[in-house]
């Protein structure tokens, strides 16, 4: 079966996928490759294998039979990580997160996920069995919800793929994961174990079940692939053995439409082709696709195509079609600064079309800086085209924004002659905000519209933004109420003179260009028109925050890295949960909080009854003691406490080295004060382990040893010291005071009196 996943496809946000068993594609032939998206494949699209299979072998070097005049060839590359230890999710700070690059002109990507326990050094085959949630998404981290909390207000979610891996092996298990024409760039891959159920254990009794996780990808992907220039006449001719061609063309900025046409289309049957177009990725069995021979004249337009991406042209023969397919294929840009002309039709140079210095050929052609004098090898020099374009197609300039980075994920975008812009009525005001690639795609884009209600003089008018990736949305017409067109879907924000304030968070942006359109509507009674001598004031501020509102007073902010990348995260507090510490389906009230603080610190009250016994017994060693531990012990857990209920006199690191250490030591003063030891001894004894605790508490402070070595010690020095005085043990009992403090709880008290 069949369905769409947001957030991993083509340029819209879409891919199909196909789980399963096992690997979906057939072995490589010259008639089926690893392409599922070129027909070669039975099921195209995504597939996975969670049967503990083996993972598949990286695909051989084979000719590509949809080029014709080039040998296309496959170029495999293999990328791992270390395997890393997973832990239960609380947040999406215990989340591991693993960062991959895909190279352009890749055809197919798989992942070779790995996971295996181990305890005490080796294989946990004694562990249980706890399922692992893999999520996939491309230039940017994943935004996950496995718990299903509340997300914040005006807080846009982009999808992503997820995926559960179950234990085949009493220690291993092995899953593969297909992505079909996968999109160029930055993947991210997160894993985590299942939330934990709240046990208390204690450290150190028994080994740790750990389980790692390694994902491995091997991509494959096409080199020399035939490149397309506008205005240009590619022949091409299809052998029978060949089932398609493969080509790309560069679309630079203020491009608003891009017109692919098949002409001269000569074959047995007429004119058996499919013509796809895809933008970033060559193209899937779903996208954008012309069937030729039911379509005279061949032609596909895209409008309001990505600016500054290669878009990837297919021609596909029929299924069954026989003997050679010749034909004709071009391509015409509209420069949307001039509508009513296509660009140039002459080869340019790289860098007045902004195009990457190293991409393929078009029979043999190698594109320099400068246009070529004659016409490549199998490219005919075009005629004019002329071309019609609607008002609408019209694009307005492009307001640049200053960015002004604070520290990290703090970064402001600053407009110029701002932060109040006017929006016009007869034409929107467009601005573009650039996140730069690993730096700003771990933190959160907030935007925020606030409309000054005087300027629009009375009139039921409204501003519409439309916040939209890699190209701005210009219409005239309805898409700017709704930020979508058939191609193309954005974030929408509207303010008016009833709700002035609009606000938006996109947390873990994908980098690249975002533009802002602004647009001035007025309501009539036939919906949205532009509006007549009114120009809308409305203040714009766009930043990048680390996380969504500081994480409120429930949650704290944490910057992470994973290698070199980093990001950050909110971890919540006092039963707090979701993406910006906001659910409080499971919170604690401040009641609650108010008495189990109370409660744990007026605890340490009980100090006070040892502290005057060692005080009254001469102990004042011991007594200083514990007065130390009584007052750190109140104040660390005052400190301590997962609310708002917080009260801290000095650093929390500091106050809990303190504490651990007052409650070791007033275990190790009360057991040694038992023992029957010269004062001398017992002095150094004293210095010596305190000397000794901090060593261990600097090294590991929930360490199970450094409460059970101590005192282990000291009741084997006291085991020692005592039997040879048990005969006389009523000769040298304590009378009169001391007896009267020999009380359940307080026989190591008086044993104190009596030696001190």
């Known amino acids: 079966m069949m369905q769409t996943v947001p957030g991993l496809g083509d340029a819209a946000g879409s891919a199909d996928i196909s789980p399963g068993d096992t690997l979906k594609c057939h072995s490589p032939s010259p008639s089926c490759l690893w392409v599922a998206g070129f027909g070669a494949c039975s099921d195209p699209g995504w597939a996975w294998s969670g049967r503990g299979a083996a993972p598949p072998q990286p695909p051989t070097l084979l000719r590509a039979p949809w080029v014709s005049s080039t040998d296309g060839l496959f170029v495999t590359d293999y ?20 960062h991959f690059h895909i190279p352009e002109d890749t055809v197919i990507a798989v992942w070779n996920l790995i996971t295996f326990k181990e305890q005490g050094g080796t294989f946990g085959d004694q562990c249980p069995d706890r399922s692992i949630t893999v999520y996939f998404r491309s230039g940017a981290p994943s935004v996950i919800n496995p718990l299903h909390t509340h997300f914040p207000r005006d807080t846009a979610v982009p999808g992503s793929f997820a995926l559960t891996l179950a234990w085949t092996l009493p220690n291993r298990t092995t899953g593969v994961f297909n992505v079909t024409s996968p999109l160029p760039g930055d993947w991210f891959l997160a894993a985590h ?3 934990d159920e709240g046990k208390i254990s204690v450290k150190g009794l028994y080994e740790e079940c750990q389980y790692l996780f390694q994902p491995q990808l091997i991509v494959q992907r096409m080199v020399n692939i035939a490149v397309l220039y506008p205005g240009y006449f590619t022949e091409q001719s299809m052998a029978p053995h060949n089932h398609s061609c493969l080509y790309k063309v560069f679309v630079p900025s203020y491009t608003s439409r891009v017109l692919v046409e098949v002409l001269q289309c000569r074959g047995a049957e007429g004119c058996p082709l499919w013509l796809r177009v895809r933008a970033k990725a060559p193209p899937l069995h779903n996208s954008t696709a012309l069937d030729c021979q039911e379509h005279a004249p061949c032609q596909l ?31 015409q840009l509209t420069d949307c600064s001039r509508p009513s002309l296509a660009r140039p039709p002459f080869l340019p140079s790289s860098t007045s079309m902004n195009m990457p210095h190293s991409f393929g050929s078009v029979g043999g052609l190698v594109l320099g800086d400068s246009p070529l004098p004659t016409s490549p090898n199998g490219t005919k ?10 008002a609408s197609e019209l694009c307005w300039p492009v307001h640049p924004t200053l960015r002004n980075e604070l520290d990290t994920f703090s970064v402001h975008f600053y407009i110029f002659f701002g932060p109040n812009v006017s929006v016009p009525p007869d034409r929107p005001a467009v601005f573009v905000i650039n996140l730069l690639p690993m730096l700003d795609s771990g933190g959160v884009l907030n935007l925020e519209l606030r409309l000054n209600v005087s300027s629009l003089c009375g009139e039921n008018a409204t501003v519409f933004g439309c916040l939209n990736h890699e190209v701005p949305l210009m219409s005239s017409d309805n898409a700017s109420v709704t930020c979508e067109t058939e191609s193309l879907a954005g974030f929408l924000l509207s303010v008016n003179a009833t709700a002035s304030l609009s606000r938006l ?3 873990y942006p994908q980098t690249g260009s975002w533009y802002l359109s602004l647009r001035l ?3 009539t009674e036939h919906g949205f028109e532009p509006c007549t001598n009114v120009t809308a004031e409305v203040y714009l501020r766009a930043y990048l925050s680390p996380c969504i509102n500081d994480c409120g007073i429930y949650g704290q902010c944490k910057l992470l890295r994973t290698n070199n990348y980093p990001y950050a995260a909110c971890e919540c507090k006092a039963g707090w949960n979701g993406w910006g510490c906001t659910d409080n389906a499971e919170a604690f009230s401040y009641g609650f909080q108010l008495l189990s603080t109370l409660l744990l610190c007026l605890s340490n009250v009980m100090f006070v009854l040892p502290v005057a016994i060692a005080i009254r017994s001469h102990c004042l060693l011991e007594a200083a003691i514990y007065i130390f531990t009584m007052f750190f012990s109140t104040f660390y857990h005052a400190c301590d406490q997962p609310g708002i209920v917080v009260f801290c006199i000095m650093e929390h690191d500091v106050l809990q080295f303190c504490d651990f250490l007052g409650s070791l030591m007033s275990v190790w003063v009360t057991v040694i004060a038992m023992a029957r030891l010269q004062p001398v001894v017992k002095q150094v004894l004293y210095l010596l382990g305190a000397m000794l605790l901090s060593m261990a508490l600097q090294m590991d402070r929930h360490g199970l040893w450094n409460l059970l070595g101590p005192s282990l010690f000291a009741l084997g020095i006291m085991a020692v010291t005592w039997p040879p005085h048990f005969p006389h043990f009523r000769q040298l009992a304590p009378s009169g005071a001391a007896t009267a403090t020999r009380r359940p709880g307080s026989a190591g008290l008086s044993t104190c009196a009596q030696e001190c």
């Open 79 to 98: 990328f791992t990580c270390t395997p890393r230890k997973l832990s239960p999710f609380r947040s999406f700070a215990s989340i591991e997160l693993f």
């Open 193 to 195: 174990l299942p939330k």
């Open 301 to 331: 337009v895209l409008d309001l195509p990505f600016w500054q991406h290669w878009y990837y042209v297919l021609v596909e023969k029929h299924p069954g079609v026989p003997g050679t397919v010749s034909f004709q294929v071009t391509v």
């Open 381 to 390: 020099h075009p005629v004019s085209i002329p071309t019609t374009s609607p």
């Open 521 to 523: 509507l007025c309501a």
């Open 505 to 507: 968070r996109i947390p």
